[in-house]
Structure formats: structure tokens, C-alpha cells
């Protein structure tokens, strides 16, 4: 039976749990359950990341729901006290930050004084009176956009350290490769280890690196590009950019391991999904954003054959 909430009800909680009994889009539900809520409302929770469904952030007004699921709405926008054009917050407690950076910051410095992700956080931490510093628990490289996990402190961080692959159980990633991807999928196995010069090589067979394990599948083509997405069994450096230059398809705009066109003007990958247990309380945590405006773009026109073959 749908619980139907009044705008006063709505305003005195904090948060509010909806059943979904029967299939329908998140903004028709949300419209359903929740009496005398606008439109603009549900969007202004859409972007402020306040609705999850099944504890797994969503932001597509037209996301479409299935009986058994539930919805997750707070009356209150993620924190704006951070106002930053590389990083925004997703999701924050008093162990870890999940954050959502943009491309062009490192997200530590490799150098003393230099400007980078844990700089603002840190930051952001102290005008908050936060008696903390942000530890980094991975990394993006400076090019690539997404999804990050810092630690609040050293024990949260070595929790990750001691049981990565216990902990955090599926990383994604969206990438533009260049070329005509004629493969559904498929997987790259092979080990990876640094030269001399710093720059990472692939070998098929154990060359004392490290071992690298990429699932993919294609999305989308339009004959020049790709869009493809990516699923991490393991998290080396520079992973997805030398196995994709593995397959004959690099990364788009990647200067260091592709070869082929730019048509973004920037390195055309981002993590997009970030899934882990809580390392305090082991609770499920799902995070996503949606793939990149630019990214998709690309494709757009196969998109919505694709949609509409799937409605």
C-alpha cells in the first residue's frame, strides 16, 4: 500500500524510507509518494544527491524502480560548505569521504606545496573544525575524473590497505577509446611493470610485475570512437590505459599511451561506480554518477536506438 507523506511530514524528518511496490520511474514514484512535493523539488534532491534507491546514490529523474527496492530520500542537499571546481562530495562520515573529482588534480601531491585533492580536503576540513586530515586510500590519475575514497584516519586507511580486495568489491569505470570496437567484451589479463623511464608495459606472461586483470564491454560505437565500459578486478597503475592500448583501442586524448584523436580535449576516462563494505561496519556502500555529458554525447544518436530497443 503507498505511504503517502504530507509536506509538513516531509519537512520535520530527516530521512524518509519508501517501499516500491510496483514498477514505475523514481520521479512518478516520488511524485506518487510524497503528497504536495514539486517537481523542481525532486530535482533539486536529484542533484544534491539526496535519494538513494537500495542505499546506491541515484540522479536520473527517469531511473525506473522494481518492486522489492527501496527508496532512500533525505530532506537536506549534500554539504555546500565545500565549493570547489575539482571536487564535490558525495558522501561524508566520521571515518571516510567519498568524493566525485574532476579532471586536471592530482589527487595527492608528488611534490612539496602542490595544489591537489587532499589539499582541499584537508582544507575543507579545518573551516569545518574537523580534528582530522584526509588520507588517500587510491588513486586517480590527474587526467582521469570520478570517484575516490579518503580515509578520515590512519586506521581507516590501513583497513583498506590490509584488505583492498575484501573491502571494496566493484570499481567501474566509462571510457571513449578510439577505433571502431568490433568485440561485445571481453577480458585482459596480463602483468604490468614500470621501465626506466617510468612508463608502464604489459607482458602476457609473469614478468616479475604485477598482475592486471580488466573486464570490458562495449556500449556504444560511431564508427571513429567507442564507449566502453570497464570493470577493475585489480587496481594498478595506469591499468585501463595500457591494457585498452593492449586491445588496439587507447583511451582517447591519452598523450602517453595513445596514439589516435582527441575529440574531448582531455583524457576520456571516469569512475563511475565505487562499491564497498564499511570498514567500520561493514555495511554495503554503492556509489555512481552518471556517465559524462561530453562522453556521451558522442554517441548519442546509438543511445537512443539502444534505449528505445530496451523500452
Known amino acids: ?11 520535520r524528518s530527516k530521512y524518509i524510507t519508501l517501499p516500491v511496490t510496483e514498477p514505475m520511474p523514481l520521479m512518478e514514484f516520488l511524485m506518487k509518494e510524497m503528497s504536495g ?50 571536487v564535490k562530495i558525495i558522501y561524508e562520515d566520521k571515518d571516510l ?11 595527492m601531491a608528488s611534490a612539496p606545496g602542490q595544489y591537489c585533492v587532499k589539499t582541499i580536503l584537508d582544507e575543507y576540513f579545518h573551516k569545518r573544525h574537523f580534528p582530522c586530515t584526509a588520507h588517500v586510500v587510491h588513486r586517480l590519475d ?16 590501513k583497513m583498506f590497505e590490509e584488505d583492498w ?6 570499481r567501474r569505470y566509462v571510457a571513449v577509446l578510439c577505433g571502431e570496437m568490433k568485440q561485445e567484451g571481453g577480458t585482459v589479463h ?14 602476457p606472461t609473469d614478468n616479475g610485475g604485477k598482475e592486471a586483470i580488466t573486464h570490458y564491454r562495449r556500449i556504444a560505437t ?41 575529440p574531448l580535449h582531455r583524457l576520456a576516462l571516469h569512475a563511475f561506480r565505487l562499491c564497498f563494505y ?13 556517465h559524462p555529458t561530453a562522453f556521451t554525447r558522442l554517441f548519442s544518436e546509438e543511445l537512443n536506438n539502444n534505449n528505445q530497443q530496451t523500452t
Request: proline share 4%; net charge positive; with cysteine.
Open 165 to 170: 580486495k575484501g573491502i571494496v568489491y566493484d
Open 190 to 203: 596480463s602483468w604490468l611493470k614500470d621501465n626506466k623511464a617510468y612508463v608502464t608495459y604489459s607482458s
Open 142 to 157: 590527474r587526467d582521469t575524473s570520478g570517484l575516490m575514497i579518503y580515509a578520515k584516519s590512519l586506521e581507516i586507511r
Open 1 to 11: 500500500m503507498a505511504r503517502n507523506l504530507t509536506s509538513e511530514q516531509y519537512a
Open 37 to 86: 512535493i514539486s517537481r523542481n523539488k525532486v530535482k533539486d534532491l536529484l542533484q544534491g544527491h539526496g535519494i538513494q534507491v537500495d542505499r546506491k546514490l541515484v540522479t536520473r529523474h527517469d531511473f525506473m524502480l522494481s518492486p522489492g527496492q527501496t527508496v532512500l530520500v533525505s530532506r537536506h542537499k549534500r554539504s555546500t560548505e565545500l565549493l570547489n571546481k575539482y
Open 278 to 290: 564499511h570498514p567500520r561496519t561493514g555495511e554495503p556502500m554503492q556509489f555512481e554518477t552518471p
Open 97 to 107: 569521504i567519498v568524493i566525485e573529482k574532476s579532471e586536471g588534480i592530482l589527487s
Open 222 to 262: 560511431n564508427g571513429r570512437f567507442t564507449l566502453a565500459e570497464m570493470r577493475l578486478e585489480t587496481g594498478r597503475k595506469n591499468q585501463i590505459r595500457v591494457h585498452m592500448k593492449d586491445l588496439g583501442y587507447p583511451v582517447a586524448g591519452d598523450d602517453k599511451y595513445g596514439n589516435g584523436p582527441c
